[in-house]
T-cell receptor, first 109, second 113 residues
């Protein structure tokens, strides 16, 4: 059974204070690891897909990396508008996405 | 481009009432999904569909039924609502079932009293 664990549950940063969010996963045959952003009252918004260990993807202040057991979402010099819940999900075979519980990020000006 | 649209956005039901949530996608995706999101529980899969006329159970299917009569629509039904079904429901769709991202609707906030 695919499992995803995200840490920390909540993270509070000062504007400009870089940090990382962790996503640990257990899956038989990874077909993709996905990062989403979710704002309050809205649906998850797709950010990145990673397919194999060593892969990295970047978008503005966000960079996602992948190892064989975990993924990190690095946030460089965050701004208040980066405040959101970040969700990690995995896909194996034809099994629909299995999500972690998310990390709630608050960036304070 | 509307993407994934859910109807309604909010609803209050009394225990025992029934209702149907509608999801429509305009991306010609084969796969569609219904998730529920509860505080501290994350997104949990209720049912999904791999194509028109097909459905399958997810992690938490009890108390729900689904139908996919048209490729672009996926309906979630509650036959006899219970307070435990108070939640935010999200519909999603994807081009295939493997290795591609899913796109989500804006959600339906359902309260059962």
């Amino acid at each position: 059974e695919d499992q995803v664990t995200q840490s920390p549950e909540a993270l509070r940063l000062q504007e400009g204070e870089s940090s990382s969010l962790n996503c640990s996963y257990t899956v038989s045959g990874l077909r993709g690891l996905f990062w989403y952003r979710q704002d309050p009252g809205k649906g998850p918004e797709f950010l990145f897909t990673l397919y194999s260990a060593g892969e990295e993807k970047e978008k503005e202040r966000l960079k996602a990396t992948l190892t064989k057991k975990e993924s990190f979402l690095h946030i460089t010099a965050p701004k208040p508008e980066d405040s959101a819940t970040y969700l990690c999900a995995v896909n194996s075979g034809n099994t629909p996405l299995v999500f972690g519980k998310g990390t709630r990020l608050s960036v304070i000006a | 481009n509307a993407g994934v649209t859910q109807t309604p956005k909010f609803r209050v039901l009394k225990t025992g009432q029934s209702m149907t949530l509608l999801c429509a996608q305009d991306m010609n995706h084969e796969y569609m999904y219904w998730y529920r999101q509860d505080p501290g529980m994350g997104l949990r899969l209720i049912h999904y569909s791999v194509g028109e006329g097909t459905t399958a159970k997810g992690e938490v299917p009890d108390g729900y039924n689904v139908s996919r009569l048209k490729k672009q629509n996926f309906l979630l039904g509650l036959e006899s609502a219970a307070p435990s079904q108070t939640s935010v429901y999200f519909c999603a769709s994807s081009r295939t079932g493997t290795g591609v991202e899913a796109f989500f609707g804006q959600g339906t906030r359902l309260t059962v009293v």
